[in-house]
């Protein structure tokens, strides 16, 4: 009897001990699912982040793009009105230039 109570003891500390490890396989599995799940999610925010990032230099470089245009506008603006200034000045410069003693020459316009 005595021997029948310890085999029924032992029996079940045996499938206690094969019920726990099965629970830690499935608990293993499930971590390294997470882990594997963790590790997507950072590798897509790391992706998102830099897109962010590229997204702000794209629009640093268009508000750059827009400035260029404006400056080109402004230069080609000056450069109209220092060709009228210097275009001005040469109306005023008289035709006949004297050359020491060797008389008038006719300047080209």
């Known amino acids: ?10 029996a079940i500390m045996l499938l206690a001990c094969f019920v726990i490890f099965k629970y830690a396989l499935i608990l293993n599995n499930q ?4 882990i594997r799940n963790i590790d997507d999610l950072q590798k897509q925010v790391s992706f998102l982040t830099e897109k962010i990032e590229s997204d ?8 750059l793009i ?15 009105q220092l060709t009228g200034f210097v ?16 008389g008038y020459i006719i300047r080209k316009r």
């Not at 009897?1 to 032992?10: T, Y």
């Not at 827009?66 to 109209?80: A, D, F, G, H, W």
């Open 31 to 34: 971590n390294n699912t997470l």
């Open 1 to 10: 009897m005595k021997r029948q109570v310890f085999l029924v003891a032992i």
């Open 56 to 63: 702000k230099w794209s629009d640093k470089l268009n508000v």
């Open 66 to 80: 827009e400035e260029n245009k404006l400056l080109k506008v402004q230069i080609e603006k000056l450069s109209q």
């Open 87 to 102: 275009s001005k000045k040469e109306e005023n410069k008289p035709l006949l230039k004297q050359r020491g003693n060797k």
